[in-house]
């Protein structure tokens, strides 16, 4: 055992004994790598707080999703898995690394854990004393945001790629359509 943050800690692969965790994504989109990941966390602790990382940002190639849309991605896909142990919150950017932990802790309630496979977040995090994991990656060549707009300003194959419930959305929303205006303006 351990103590962290005023709480305690068992060192071991299943963390039910912990109340919270954390897992912070843009999810442009919400991807099976997501999910997978994500999965994992809810079958292993009370609770999971998912952040929406950079709130602020949509209509952008980049970052085509608004915070609501990446809401309901991430929502209707784990509830189509039974999942509800889980509440998501959305993120704004502040662009400072030194107060951004604390922007974080701000709007989210208390946690007791941390999973991330991004360097800068996991050093963040624990300099600010957090007991931080490394989640295992799902076939991360495939399963990213980066590959997944690709394929759909490709029209390529890209609904194998993310939960139906992800699919669902973007035809709701036409977001095939908004990307492919969002390239075209950019050129």
């Known amino acids: 055992m351990r103590h962290c943050c005023g709480r305690i800690f068992v060192e071991s692969g ?12 843009r999810f442009q989109p919400y991807h099976l790598g997501h999910h997978a990941v994500i999965k994992a966390i809810a079958s292993e602790v009370e609770e999971v707080i998912i952040c ?7 209509h952008e190639l980049e970052n085509p999703f608004t ?29 400072r690394n030194a107060v951004w932990v604390s922007h ?3 709007l989210i309630p208390p946690i007791d854990l941390v ?3 991004n360097p800068l977040i996991e050093r963040l995090f624990t300099e600010r004393g957090y007991n ?20 759909m300003l490709n029209n390529e194959n890209w609904e194998v790629l993310v939960p139906e419930a992800v699919t669902e959305v ?17 050129s």
């Open 170 to 186: 973007i035809k709701e929303i036409d977001g095939l359509r908004r990307m492919k205006n969002l390239r075209r303006s950019d």
């Open 14 to 25: 299943n963390y039910k004994g912990e109340m919270r965790a954390l897992y912070i994504g």
């Open 67 to 95: 915070a609501g849309e990446r809401y309901l991605m991430i929502s209707k896909s784990l509830r189509d898995e039974g999942i509800s142990n889980f509440y998501i919150v959305p993120i704004l950017d502040v662009n």
């Open 52 to 58: 929406i990382g950079s709130a602020q940002r949509s």
């Open 132 to 151: 931080v994991r490394t989640p295992l990656l799902f076939n991360r060549k495939e399963y990213s945001g980066n590959e997944i707009r690709k394929r």
């Open 104 to 106: 974080v802790e701000s």
């Open 115 to 117: 999973f991330t496979n």
